[in-house]
């Protein structure tokens, strides 16, 4: 009994003192922390050269002297050689025409979709929604004041809306009013390709129809500490000696 007692008594003085020493090591690393914290900065660093000089386009004019112009593209925009940059109408018979048969060729492609899908109901059911997000659309653009995307967002409706009529009718009626559309369209695209003509593109490039036309003036011209260096056109190569020269 004596000596279990006292091995007891061992093992509780073992244990406090290693509880002991726990708090001792923790406490000293709370206290006393080898580690320490440095504040690190970020910055950017750059080397510039400040040059004066002009930014010459090689633009490539297109004159017309009519008056009736439907331009094809937007500021900006690039064209293919080739590609048609704008419309000359002789009279505005011809104009209307191309108006009303570009109308007529939206709603016969409209017609079209609509005899596709007539007999399939999950179609119907999906120009619903369709037009219930683009009605969202149209309000939130009303709101907001982005009225140059009601010119978009207004004519999709109208064809979703156009899609979801015929969506259930029968193939028949889709068929002769089909039949009705591609009459008018003969009809018209006969005056509609007489009185029209196209401009196209001479080459590739960017559009624009705020040209200045005055790339015919101007001859680069590259001076370094107010000594001309060069003068007239010049390639890659050579603007990579001159900006050598400057930087010397």
Do not use: W
Not at 45 to 67: F, W
Not at 112 to 124: F, G, I, L, R, V
Not at 151 to 169: G, M
Not at 233 to 246: H, N, S
């Amino acid at each position: 009994m004596k000596s279990t007692s006292v091995s007891t008594k061992i093992i509780t003085i073992l244990l406090l003192l290693a509880v002991i020493g726990y708090f001792a090591v923790q406490g000293y690393n709370y206290f006393v922390s080898p580690e320490t914290t440095t504040l690190v900065y970020r910055y950017h660093s750059e080397q510039s050269i400040a040059l004066r000089g002009y930014v010459v386009r090689d633009e490539q004019v297109v004159d017309c002297n009519e008056t009736l112009i439907e331009l094809n593209h937007a500021e900006g925009e690039r064209v293919g050689q080739g590609d048609t940059i704008a419309s000359v109408y002789r009279s505005a018979d011809a104009l209307n025409a191309t108006q009303q048969l570009e109308t007529l060729r939206a709603q016969k492609e409209q017609l079209e979709y609509a005899k596709s899908a007539s007999s399939d109901a999950a179609t119907a059911l999906r120009l619903d929604t369709d037009i219930r997000e683009q009605i969202i659309s149209v309000r939130a653009a009303y709101e907001s004041g982005a009225y140059s995307s009601l010119d978009t967002l207004i004519p999709q409706l109208k064809t979703t809306v156009l899609k979801r009529e015929y969506a259930y009718n029968g193939s028949d009626a889709l068929t002769a009013k089909l039949d009705e559309l591609n009459a008018q369209i003969t009809a018209l695209s006969g005056a509609a390709s007489g009185g029209t003509t196209r401009i196209t593109a001479p080459v590739s490039g960017t559009y624009s129809a705020v040209a200045d036309g005055y790339d015919y003036y101007y001859v680069p011209t590259f001076y370094v500490d107010g000594v001309k260096v060069h003068e007239g056109g010049i390639y890659p190569d050579e603007v990579e000696a001159i900006l050598r020269k400057a930087m010397k």
